[in-house]
C-alpha cells in the first residue's frame, strides 16, 4: 500500500488536541496483547516534560483518527541525535487502512529534515522492516526479545550501546 485508503491530512499536535490524543491512544490500544495500557500516560508525561521532539496527528477531515509521538533517547556511548518512535494510534473502526504507515513515514520525513541521525522503535519486525527498520545487534534495551528492538540510521555510523527511552516510559 501507498498511502492510506481514505484521505487523511496530517499535520503537527495543536493546543488543545492533547485530550483527544489521550482518548484516541487509550482506545487504539484497548485489550491489545502487547500493551499494559499506559501509552495515553506516557504521551502526557512526554508532554507535560517538554520531551515530545514531534508529535503528529492524522485528520480525516471530521476527527483526529490517529498519532504519533517521537522522543529523544539515550545510547550509553554517548552518541546524540537519536530518537524512539511510539506509540503509534489509529483509531479501532479504521486500524489497518494504512493510516499508522502514513503517520509513521511523515515522522521519519520531518526527523530526517531535523537532523535527527536515527530512530529506534519496539515492534513488529514484519510491519518496521518496510520502513527501513531493522534489528541491530550494536543496540540493545533490555527486557522484550532482541528481534523487537529495531534501528533505523539516518546519518552516520551506527551507534553501540543500550538505549533508554525517555523517563515518561519508565525505563
Known amino acids: 500500500m501507498i498511502g492510506p485508503e481514505i484521505p487523511v491530512t496530517i499535520r503537527p499536535e495543536a493546543a488543545g488536541d492533547d485530550d483527544t490524543i489521550f482518548a484516541l491512544t487509550q482506545a487504539a490500544f484497548e485489550g491489545m496483547a502487547h500493551s499494559d495500557g499506559d501509552e495515553p500516560r506516557i504521551i502526557s508525561a512526554l508532554r507535560e516534560a517538554g520531551d515530545l521532539a514531534l508529535s503528529l496527528v492524522a485528520e480525516d477531515g471530521v476527527r483526529i483518527v490517529g498519532h504519533i509521538a517521537i522522543s529523544p533517547v539515550t545510547i550509553s556511548d554517548g552518541t546524540r ?22 503517520l509513521v513515514k511523515r515522522a521519519i520525513a520531518d526527523m530526517r529534515v531535523s537532523g535527527a541521525r536515527g530512530i529506534v522503535l519496539l515492534g513488529d519486525p514484519e510491519y518496521y522492516r518496510r520502513f527501513g527498520f531493522a534489528h541491530d545487534p550494536r543496540l540493545t534495551y533490555p527486557g522484550p526479545p532482541a528481534e523487537y528492538f529495531q534501528a533505523l540510521s539516518m546519518a552516520g555510523e551506527m551507534p553501540s550501546g543500550e538505549v533508554k527511552y525517555a523517563r515518561a516510559f519508565g525505563s
Do not use: N
Request: hydrophobic share 40%.
Open 81 to 102: 541525535g537519536w530518537f524512539g518512535l511510539g506509540p503509534v494510534s489509529v483509531a479501532p473502526d479504521l486500524q489497518g487502512r494504512g493510516i499508522g504507515g502514513a
